[in-house]
């Protein structure tokens, strides 16, 4: 149970960070657009008072921290179901922060993690549904 919350936890946090980085290249790119600004006036200008650089950096953090105990954990229950998917869920996320390089680089990146949080969340939505009609067949039997 502990397991299947650090996993959840790990992808919403993932999920916040993902959206503040996507949030934070369509500001960017407002300001070149509409503004004719340059990239690097735009970057600065976009983080002038350093809101999205703390927040982001926040979510470093909180998502390094989580997705590593989350990944101990599941080496630890390397037994249960869909081993590997919760492997790559926790990797992705650990290493979401720190492969920023060239936007396809990133973008890829974040899309890989979504698609594994998504398959996860589809995962033990299906485990769940199994359990209730199982339980339903038992209790049909008493």
Same mark, same amino acid.
């Given at each position: 149970?502990?397991?299947?919350?650090?996993?959840?936890?790990? +992808? %919403?946090?993932?999920?916040?960070? @993902?959206? #503040?980085?996507?949030?934070?290249?369509?500001?960017?790119?407002?300001l070149m657009s509409f503004n004719k600004m340059s990239y690097l006036t735009a970057f600065k200008f976009?983080?002038?008072?350093?809101?999205?650089?703390?927040?982001?950096? +926040? %979510?470093?953090?909180?998502?390094? @921290?989580? #997705?590593?105990i989350a990944l101990i954990s599941n080496l630890i229950l390397f037994t249960r179901a869909d081993f590997f998917l919760r492997i790559l869920l926790t990797l992705s996320a650990f290493f979401l922060p720190y492969l920023h390089g060239q936007l396809t680089?990133?973008?890829?990146?974040e899309f890989l993690f979504v698609t594994f949080f998504l398959l996860y969340l589809n995962k033990i939505k299906g485990r769940k549904q199994d359990f209730k009609q199982a339980e339903f067949k038992n209790y049909k039997q008493l």
């Amino acid at each position: 149970m502990l397991n299947r919350g650090l996993n959840v936890s790990t +992808g %919403l946090v993932g999920i916040v960070y @993902v959206l #503040s980085e996507i949030l934070y290249q369509i500001v960017v790119w407002c300001l070149m657009s509409f503004n004719k600004m340059s990239y690097l006036t735009a970057f600065k200008f976009a983080d002038h008072r350093g809101f999205f650089f703390t927040f982001i950096l +926040g %979510l470093t953090c909180v998502l390094s @921290v989580i #997705s590593l105990i989350a990944l101990i954990s599941n080496l630890i229950l390397f037994t249960r179901a869909d081993f590997f998917l919760r492997i790559l869920l926790t990797l992705s996320a650990f290493f979401l922060p720190y492969l920023h390089g060239q936007l396809t680089s990133s973008i890829l990146s974040e899309f890989l993690f979504v698609t594994f949080f998504l398959l996860y969340l589809n995962k033990i939505k299906g485990r769940k549904q199994d359990f209730k009609q199982a339980e339903f067949k038992n209790y049909k039997q008493l």
